[in-house]
């Protein structure tokens, strides 16, 4: 779960974003600014954002927020998964990423699968849509939606891309390190029972 601080922080920033979208009286806008001031102020003070990438990076939308939407494709061949190396951060993850406009969750699950593994895959069905606050990801700015689609792989060689250095197939039982702000250990395991199983319920939150 993610700390308090972080939680209280984003809830500020949610509702001065509300109100800088629908408010027009002068002095309320003053306010809801000064309340995306100090939600700017938590997170910088907990973390190491310098206050001003915070700018860009935890209140550039406008209009009512809403979740940030993270797509994943899920592809088990043979028993194994396929997982991708982060350049990043060296870790692995199932390949995915925000989703795109103009782009069904299922292509966009496609797209990121052949960029990042350069493997083109049919999406079958959805496997879970996860809330990261209600899982173990690391703290972060937003507020995520995680959707995990399995896909039916079509051909192609496993590759790296532009973002990930390689692209590979594993067993349940040996895993690489993972990439938690992507994907953790224990949904990792529940897809790897989902996926091989054509009657699993699509699971949520």
């Not at 109100?19 to 002068?26: E, M, N, T």
């Not at 982060?86 to 951060?89: G, M, Q």
């Given at each position: 779960m993610e700390p308090k601080w972080l939680t209280w922080a984003k809830e500020i920033q949610a509702l001065a974003q509300a109100?800088?979208?629908?408010?027009?009286?002068?002095y309320?806008?003053?306010r809801f600014q000064r309340l995306r001031e100090i939600s700017k102020e938590i997170v910088a003070g907990h973390t190491d954002i310098p206050y001003v990438k915070l700018t860009d990076l935890f209140t550039n939308e406008t209009g009512y927020q809403t979740p940030k939407v993270d797509i994943r494709a899920v592809v088990l061949e043979k028993g194994k998964l396929l997982l991708v190396q982060?350049?990043?951060?060296g870790k692995w993850a199932l390949p995915g990423g925000w989703g795109d406009v103009g782009l069904t969750p299922g292509e966009v699950a496609a797209k990121e699968t052949l960029e990042e593994a350069g493997l083109r895959v049919k999406p079958v069905?959805?496997?879970a849509v996860y809330d990261t606050v209600q899982h173990d990801h690391p703290p972060m700015p937003y507020h995520v939606y995680k959707l995990?689609?399995?896909c039916e792989l079509l051909n192609g060689r496993p590759t790296g891309g532009l973002e990930t250095s390689r692209a590979e197939f594993f067993n349940e039982d040996r895993l690489p390190p993972l990439s938690p702000g992507r994907n953790t250990q224990k949904q990792i395991f529940q897809l790897f029972k989902d996926a091989a199983d054509p009657d699993a319920p699509?699971?949520?939150d």
């Open positions: 109100g800088l979208a629908y408010s027009r009286d002068v309320d806008q003053e982060e350049k990043s951060d069905r959805m496997l995990f689609i399995q699509c699971r949520f």
